[in-house]
């Protein structure tokens, strides 16, 4: 299917991305920060679920994710989505779901199966909204990771 979005164009695998997106949704991570993530994203970035929708993907299917930063009243989410297509021309208008900045990109041959670029979520934040205690621990393991030696 082809899909026309601003200035951008995809030729997207609907159904192949609807199957696949429905197996990552099912066996998706089961930590507190992504509990967090699926809890969250609808409330979060309303317009993110029909975004996506568009390329046959669910929001709490993303293939990559981490909480990249947080403060009292917020934690930062990183979430990165395959889709199966390709993409037929790049805009130069910026892409968004809400407040929300979608970054498209080709990946090629990341999967044998065919053509894939990514969507990747930039400036998605919400509250901490689970029952547990918010563990900051991540964050301070990557700090330490990070200082020089």
């Not at 130069?92 to 979608?102: H, K, P, R």
Request: hydrophobic residues 40%; negative net charge.
């Amino acid at each position: 299917m082809i899909l026309k979005i601003a200035d951008w164009i995809f030729d997207v695998d609907l159904e192949r991305n609807a199957a696949y997106s429905d197996r990552e949704a099912a066996e998706h991570c089961d930590c507190d920060h992504c509990r967090n993530f699926y809890l969250g994203v609808d409330a979060a970035c309303p317009e993110l679920r029909c975004f996506l929708g568009q390329f046959g993907i669910h929001p709490e299917a993303p293939d990559r994710m981490s909480p990249i930063g947080y403060s009292a009243q917020r934690i930062d989410y990183d979430p990165m989505y395959y889709v199966f297509g390709r993409i037929i021309r790049y805009g130069n208008s910026t892409l968004s779901a809400g407040d929300v900045e979608i970054i498209p990109a080709s990946c090629d041959a990341l999967f044998e199966e065919g053509t894939v670029f990514s969507l990747s979520v930039a400036g998605l934040s919400m509250p901490w909204l689970l029952d547990v205690p918010f563990d900051s621990s991540i964050f301070q393991q990557n700090e330490e990771t990070d200082l020089p030696q």
